[in-house]
């Protein structure tokens, strides 16, 4: 939806999220991966799939490629984690890799109620080994420090998108 895209990636408890509230309140056109593109699938094929299991959250492609391909906005940010990112991660100006440290994600997983992902001692386990292993998030995005208040978070996000956008003019 934008002349500009960028992706928003990052581990459970990274704050994609809060990132995307914090963009929408500034104004930025910024889409909720989870909520709005997120379903449960296959991620080679993207042929649903019965279950909710970590493994198979992916986002819909030709969604996110027709929203990409949309140049109504000039610039627009899609928050969220997805198993399938291989897919669609070329489409994007830039990547930003949230990251927090394991003291960090250990206080927001103890502030996640039960019934929200990551609620649940086997949910957290995974979060913890992922968060460790990087296994399942993009390897070569800017990475940002999600520690930090949410404000400055933004901030670092919007100044690297500004340093990407000049760097390829």
Request: with cysteine; hydrophobic share 30%; net charge negative.
């Amino acid at each position: 939806m934008g002349i500009r895209n960028y992706l928003i990636e990052g581990v459970s408890c990274t704050g994609k999220t809060t990132v995307c509230n914090e963009l929408h309140r500034r104004g930025y056109h910024a889409i909720h991966g989870d909520r709005e593109l997120a379903y449960q699938g296959d991620p080679e094929t993207g042929t649903p799939t019965d279950g909710g299991t970590h493994e198979h959250h992916i986002w819909h492609v030709d969604k996110v490629k027709a929203l990409v391909a949309n140049q109504d906005e000039a610039i627009t940010f899609f928050c969220g984690g997805s198993r399938n990112f291989s897919k669609f991660i070329d489409l994007f100006d830039s990547v930003f890799v949230l990251e927090i440290d394991l003291d960090t994600l250990y206080r927001r997983l103890d502030e996640r109620p039960e019934n929200e992902w990551g609620g649940k001692r086997s949910e957290r386990e995974l979060i913890v080994r992922l968060h460790q292993t990087r296994e399942d998030i993009p390897k070569n995005g800017i990475i940002i420090d999600a520690a930090a208040p949410i404000e400055h978070v933004v901030d670092e996000i919007l100044r690297q998108s500004e340093e990407t956008r000049h760097q390829r003019q």
